[in-house]
């Protein structure tokens, strides 16, 4: 693996936090696809269904090329992936621009520029995480806040280039992605020696298949799957709920968007030190406790301000679950392979974002009025507590345990 040896190791590391922190910051992408949705409705001549399904496949795709990248920087250098995976990225999303049918967007978009998000998300995260053994769960944190703001800024962007420039507004932005990912991608390397005496050693872990011949593998992937359901199950029909919920007009129910971006990166935040503070299955166990308090206060909110608090809590919450398994992954199955098998492992998310909107909307009653998702949220609620068990079962075994020294 290529290796790079600097005498300030304190200063470079920061360097290499700061490239990572752009790199992640541009993998949120897909909160500009949304704001070009009618658009490419228009320019491919196909339903709005057909053009969502563009997502769905991005993420796949994203998850199973994090897998393929996980393992180069397990055996390689991490800063070739950035010049490959950013041209990639960056090329898939400039050619949305000419996406005339379905088919195109969904080779430019849903497999390009999923892919070259796979090349670059992972291999981005664990390369930094390397650098701060004596705290991976707040840097862990820190980077995740970059994928809570991305969507901020970059639905805004597009939302503004979209107006002018129409479905050649993604031109720019994939233009962007490319040279900011390429500015900075140089300077990610591994470290050559753990930074801190602490450090795990690189020489032990379990490989792939070992770690997939485990049976507490199955049950964190089942534990993340389950952790992302409950939280996406809601927040991606947010707008809709609050709409029919409070009866409010799709302006004002925007708002409450920005309100759980917001909650969202500072539960990352958060969940970082938590993370060090207790280890990862007590913080998993906060936060699903936290999903479920959030999800209940929702279902009998009857106004902005109660709405408001309790989307806050589960906000908070659902931010935090992509900070703790990077650092599970890690600490349960050793770090000599730990690029594979958390792409491995992403896939518990890709499983969430892809059933949870889907039982989200199967679980709605049109006829309710107001009370609309009220089975929506029963059966977040129920997901949520079967993921309790499971964490209870895996802090039982001993998984995820803080320990005094630093991990």
Sequence with gaps: METTHIPTVSGHRRLIFTAAFIIIFCCSASAAFSVFADTLVKATRATASQVALTLTLYQFFMAAFGIISGRVIDHASPKRLMYVGGFIFGLGWFLGAFAHNIWFLYFAIGLLAGSGNGLLYNPALLTTLKWFPEKRGTISGLLLGAASLGPLVLAK??????????????????????ILIWLVGWLMASPTAPTSTTATPVTTGKSPKEMMDSFNFWLLLLLFAIACTAGIMLIGSLSSIAQIQLQ?????????VVVNTLANFFGRMITGRAVDKLGETRTLLVILTL??????????????????IFLIILGASFGGVLVVFPTLTEKTFGQKFSGTNYGIMFFGYAIGAL??????????????????????????IGVAVIGILIDLYLIHQGIGRHTTSTD
């Design 355 to 380: 059933i949870g909107p889907q039982i989200a909307t199967l679980s709605m009653n049109q006829t309710a009025g107001t009370q609309a998702y009220n089975g929506s949220y029963l059966v977040a």
């Design 248 to 256: 409010l007009t799709p302006i004002v129910a925007a708002n409450f």
């Design 157 to 178: 962007v597009g939302a503004w280039l979209c107006a002018t420039m129409g479905a050649n507004g993604l031109m720019p932005i994939g233009a962007a992605y490319l």
């Design 291 to 308: 999903t479920i308090i959030g999800l209940a206060g929702l279902r009998f909110a009857t106004s902005i301000a109660m709405f408001t």
